[in-house]
């Protein structure tokens, strides 16, 4: 099978949900036989890269702004796209979807899927305008492709809801490689064990500053650990005065401690000599963060939200979403208790391990792939008599 990605910034994965998830379809699609190519933009990706552990890498330019980047590379990647071959052209995200009307029109006999992440327009990076556009992108993913993937229970249950229509849930998955290196954390001043971790986007729905916060008013009392530090991955998307806010927040606090943008083996060493991962978010799809956290033994600690809840399960901790005090509560009472934090840890591994492997999603994406090839398959032959007369 011919398959082709397009809505992401592009592969290898540096930073964001959604690159990490088509990183991890693509590769496994590749090991199980099939033929896939990514659309990468050069702003993310190497142009002179042209593959990834099998997968083919197209890069095609866009207007590299806040709000053209992504819709300008897909028009470019959908243009391609209509010259080649593919069986099936999958988009990602509800920005870019709202293209995904030009191949149905100009190449019917290709397969359009798409993968509804998350509902954007509800994160504070997007002014009225925006917003409005994300919420027509919305209902153009859910009511025009020919398959729509939802990537949580309730995605599925607010898309059904709203649009009448049949979803797919194939939700994301963790790729953990446990790192038992230390060589990085040194250089923070790190000790293993010893760090309170989160890993995101500095966008405001994610609710760092709750963290922050609640971590400043734990040293005041003198209520965590001498030298327990808060270390907070990740960069800015576009929301550079809200990083500055973040670093306000936290200034003259030695114990808080920002890495930037951090991948492969960096990452790994982060997450896998943590005490425990925080997840404060007021909004989310379903965070590839936490399942990697989660499958690296950390104790999830996690705002109260729907896809929260749905992800955890019984195997972890929540706190009401956007209340610092109870944030606060729930990190002093298990700061200092390993033995509750360690069995949380193991319960979250054996989930991750039992729901959210890559290996079990690549198959069900192949399947609706597989599915929505029969069908058409079927159609033509149903009214093949009536174009030979």
Not at 73 to 99: C, E, K, W
Not at 349 to 358: D, L, M, Q, V
Request: proline share 4%.
């Amino acid at each position: 099978m011919k398959i082709a990605f397009i809505g992401q910034k592009g592969i290898p994965s540096l930073s964001g949900g959604v690159e990490k998830h088509v990183e991890n379809l693509a590769v496994h699609m590749v090991s199980l036989g099939h033929d896939v190519t990514v659309y990468t933009r050069p702003s993310y990706t190497d142009e002179s890269l042209k593959e990834f552990r099998g997968v083919k890498l197209v890069s095609l330019p866009s207007i590299r702004t806040k709000h053209l980047d992504a819709i300008t590379h897909t028009f470019v990647a959908t243009l391609h796209a209509l010259f080649q071959n593919y069986d099936v052209l999958h988009y990602h995200s509800i920005g870019p979807s709202v293209l995904s009307f030009i191949p149905i029109i100009f190449r019917p006999s290709m397969r359009v899927v798409a993968t509804f992440h998350s509902r954007d327009y509800m994160h504070q990076k997007w002014g009225s305008v925006a917003r409005f556009c994300l919420q027509i992108a919305e209902k153009i993913i859910c009511t025009i492709p020919e398959k729509t993937i939802v990537i949580s229970e309730t995605l599925k249950q607010y898309a059904e809801k709203k649009y009448h229509r049949s979803f797919t849930l194939v939700p994301n998955g963790a790729d953990v490689r446990l790192e038992s290196d230390t060589e990085l954390l040194n250089a923070w001043g790190l000790r293993p064990k010893r760090y309170i971790l989160s890993v995101s986007r500095l966008v405001a729905h994610k609710g760092i500053h709750y963290l922050i916060k609640a971590f400043n008013e734990l040293e005041d009392t003198n209520k965590i650990p001498n030298n327990f530090k808060l270390v907070i991955v990740g960069s800015s998307a576009y929301t550079e005065e809200y990083e500055k806010f973040l670093k306000v927040l936290a200034s003259g606090r030695s114990n808080i401690i920002f890495t930037g943008e951090q991948t492969e083996k960096a990452l790994e060493e982060l997450f896998s000599h943590a005490y425990l991962f925080v997840q404060p978010s007021e909004d989310e799809g379903l965070s590839l963060a936490l399942l990697e956290a989660m499958g690296h033994g950390l104790l999830p600690l996690v705002s109260d939200i729907p896809a929260n809840r749905e992800a955890i399960a019984h195997t972890g901790v929540f706190f009401l979403n956007k209340d610092v005090n109870s944030l606060k509560k729930e990190l002093a009472y298990f700061i200092n208790r390993p033995d509750e934090v360690t069995a949380f840890g193991k319960m979250a591994r054996e989930r991750i391990h039992t729901h959210y492997s890559w290996e079990a999603i690549a198959q069900k994406t192949l399947e609706v792939y597989e599915d929505s090839l029969h069908k058409y398959s079927n159609t033509k032959e149903h009214y093949a008599p009536y174009h030979t007369k």
